[in-house]
């Protein structure tokens, strides 16, 4: 009897033995993975960086981690060459292949999002809007339902106009954003020529790049958060 409570001793010594090392080695990879990721995914500052799944080892071993969650409190994209912050981004990678002893890392697959607020996306569009010295004006916010809310403003003679709201969509073709809005729904204030210039700049193609290297995106979503960005990417080098 004395010898069975000195093995289960044993037994359970290892075990906690073998976890700590667990621990340790996926504490140690997390935070080299995370180092070279912001290089690899041009981020600011190092993200944070979970593996998901125990144990650990024995998917290194294997030579691939089937999960990996990366995140970033900000990002910052560019919309037609204007810095855009990206908030809250998250990717989930999976089937993370492990290669050149390990010094490498690509997942099969990501996919993930990040939010631009909507005091920031007013920010970034009335600067782009300043450079063309038009005096057109735009706030962003939500009107519910999944839609934008578009509250315009036109400069004449000097002096600011409250053109209105309208509701909008917003499409995506490839990285290029347009506005949809219904034209008939554009408050008729202002005269001919302060419609014709709102009419304009809503109709105006913008584009929005440098996303994380490898990734792209998917979909657009106003929310009451802001602007949901859903990106993805397969073959997606983090390390």
Request: hydrophobic share 45%.
């Amino acid at each position: 009897m004395r010898a069975l409570r000195i093995s289960l001793i044993v037994f359970g010594v290892l075990v906690v033995l073998a976890i700590v090392v667990d621990r340790v080695a996926l504490w140690f990879v997390e935070g080299e993975v995370a180092s070279r990721a912001q290089d690899r995914l041009g981020l600011a500052s190092e993200p944070s960086l979970s593996v998901a799944g125990f144990p650990f080892v024995t998917q290194v071993l294997g030579g691939e981690l089937n999960r990996v969650d990366l995140g970033a409190d900000e990002y910052t994209a560019q919309v037609d060459g204007q810095a855009l912050t990206v908030r809250d981004l998250s990717v989930e990678l999976n089937d993370v292949a492990l290669g050149d002893g390990y010094t490498s890392a690509v997942a099969g697959s990501a996919q993930g999002e990040g939010l631009v607020e909507y005091a920031e996306l007013t920010r970034a569009y009335g600067e782009l809007l300043a450079v063309s010295g038009n005096g057109f004006g735009v706030e962003f916010g939500y009107a519910g339902d999944g839609r934008l809310l578009l509250t315009l403003q036109a400069t004449v003679l000097g002096q600011t106009l409250d053109v209105g709201e309208v509701p909008a969509g917003i499409a995506l073709e490839g990285e290029s954003l347009t506005l949809d809005v219904d034209e008939d729904a554009i408050p008729d204030a202002g005269g001919e020529e302060v419609q014709a210039v709102v009419r304009e700049q809503l109709d105006q193609v913008r584009d929005l790049s440098g996303l994380p290297s490898g990734l792209s995106l998917d979909a657009v979503r106003p929310t009451a958060d802001g602007l949901v960005l859903d990106i993805s990417g397969t073959d997606v080098s983090i390390s």
